[in-house]
């Protein structure tokens, strides 16, 4: 049994997607959820409902991860609603895929600033807050970090980046008790992948021929993982790197 009573979660880039499936899993395990978001307050506070209408505890904080003024922010509110942190989820991220040739310097600059460094900034300002029991860092990567595809070289180098990071991490805090994993899906039906045209086209009917599992995953199957991964039943498991993909290499 998965049981996060009594911890506190902070789970960047929430308010839709596989961080909201993420939040609400989490909440429903018993733990209370602090709901990251940049822009949509509306989307955040509908996740908040949800978790509150179930009896659960959560709050929305607004703030953009790739900046450390934000960053700050988003841990104050969750310090003076919750306390201390017991599990760090970095979902926030920007996929936007482009070759080599026409990848932009703001695009670029977009994607490495919110999928690298934010996850940067947000675990030197959760690492200040984690208690003496430690707790459990789970960064959001990708399969293209190591099976990238044509037009992902810039998408694919910020989630490999994650994964470095993540080792590294781990290395470095353990002794603190504190668990470091990566945690990579594959293609999942969200708004975005919607928003993208994924659903429904050629491309998802390749990626499923591709997949043992036959499907697209769907965010309650990475939010499931993350549960494992931030309780007591993850303990012996650190500086992993978790396919989340239903097989899909």
Do not use: C
């Not at 997607?17 to 955040?44: L, R, W």
């Not at 045209?197 to 021929?209: I, N, T």
């Amino acid at each position: 049994m998965n049981d996060l009573k009594g911890k506190v979660a902070v789970v960047s880039g929430a308010s839709k997607g596989i961080g909201a499936g993420i939040a609400k899993a989490m909440a429903e395990a018993g733990a209370a959820v602090v709901v990251n978001y940049v822009g949509s307050k509306e989307a955040a506070q509908r996740v908040v409902d949800e978790i509150v209408s179930k009896g659960g505890r959560a709050i929305a904080a607004q703030g953009d991860v790739s900046k450390a003024a934000d960053v700050r922010k988003l841990f104050a509110n969750m310090k003076a609603a919750f306390g201390t942190i017991d599990i760090l989820v970095n979902n926030a991220g920007i996929g936007s895929f482009a070759t080599v040739e026409a990848v932009t310097e703001e695009q670029y600059r977009r994607l490495f600033d919110t999928n690298v460094l934010g996850t940067v900034l947000m675990i030197q300002e959760a690492l200040k807050h984690f208690g003496p029991n430690g707790g459990s860092i789970i960064n959001i990567s990708s399969v293209v970090s190591v099976s990238p595809t044509p037009g992902s070289d810039i998408y694919a180098a910020t989630k490999a980046a994650v994964n470095t990071i993540t080792t590294v991490l781990a290395m470095e805090v353990g002794s603190r008790k504190i668990r470091v994993n990566a945690l990579a899906p594959g293609p999942v039906d969200t708004e975005a992948t919607r928003g993208a045209g994924l659903v429904g086209s050629d491309l998802e009917k390749q990626f499923v021929a591709q997949t043992p599992l036959a499907r697209l995953g769907q965010p309650e199957d990475i939010a499931k993982i993350a549960v494992f991964l931030a309780s007591d039943d993850a303990g012996w498991v650190t500086g992993a790197w978790i396919r989340a993909s239903g097989g899909l290499q």
